[in-house]
């Protein structure tokens, strides 16, 4: 039977299994097997910056973003990447980090409803099934974690799937906020219950605000 609170899943050690890499077809979003690290990643870009949420960091390698991190504090994002990006260090970034986090914000201000900045995520192959499905929910709209494991083929990994949205590393890029619990409730995120509910208010009125 389903998870009647998938928020509070433990961790399913049948979905943490890497194999084979794949690529999104030439739109520079990548996402690697869990693996041995990747010289590419032992330096990693950082930028932080005010945003509608409070404090924002992106952080990215050669090949695309692979953190944005939400808090109240620059000390409090900078301090979350680093301790999941560790061994890797975070370095000053440059000009096309702040470019990409002012697109962040207007996709925040409901200016770019639609985000397709290149990514570069390490993840298991369910993990990139269910971001993938994540990034197919229209903006404005909501899932149920069951709905959501339904659309990736696992309509009993509920909980496996509830897992798979809270280890997603970059925030509002994969869009794990616009998940809910089947009785309505917003449910759990990973940058706080407030920061799922303000974007999922402000969405779902830029929408109804589109023309038909």
Not at 119 to 138: G, M
Not at 148 to 175: D, K, Q
Request: glycine fraction near 8%.
């Amino acid at each position: 039977m389903p998870d009647p609170n998938p928020d509070r899943a433990a961790p399913d050690q049948g979905a943490t299994q890497g194999a084979g890499a794949e690529a999104d077809g030439g739109s520079g979003r990548r996402v690697s097997p869990a693996g041995p690290p990747d010289p590419c990643r032992s330096l990693i870009r950082s930028a932080i910056t005010s945003c509608r949420l409070g404090v924002m960091l992106v952080a990215a390698t050669d090949r695309g973003l692979c953190r944005v991190e939400l808090g109240d504090t620059p000390a409090e994002v900078k301090r979350q990447a680093q301790e999941k990006l560790a061994p890797a260090r975070l370095v000053s970034s440059d000009s096309q980090l702040l470019a990409w986090a002012a697109l962040l914000e207007e996709h925040l201000r409901g200016i770019r409803p639609h985000l397709d900045l290149p990514l570069d995520l390490s993840a298991t192959p369910f993990q990139r099934r269910v971001w993938e499905a994540l990034r197919l929910i229209p903006y404005g709209e909501t899932r149920t974690y069951q709905q959501l494991a339904a659309s990736v083929g696992r309509p009993e990994a509920v909980r496996a799937t509830a897992r798979a949205c809270a280890s997603n590393p970059v925030a509002v890029v994969i869009p794990c906020h616009r998940v809910v619990r089947a009785d309505g409730a917003v449910g759990g995120y990973a940058w706080g219950s407030r920061r799922k509910t303000l974007l999922l208010e402000w969405e779902r009125a830029q929408a109804e605000r589109q023309p038909e």
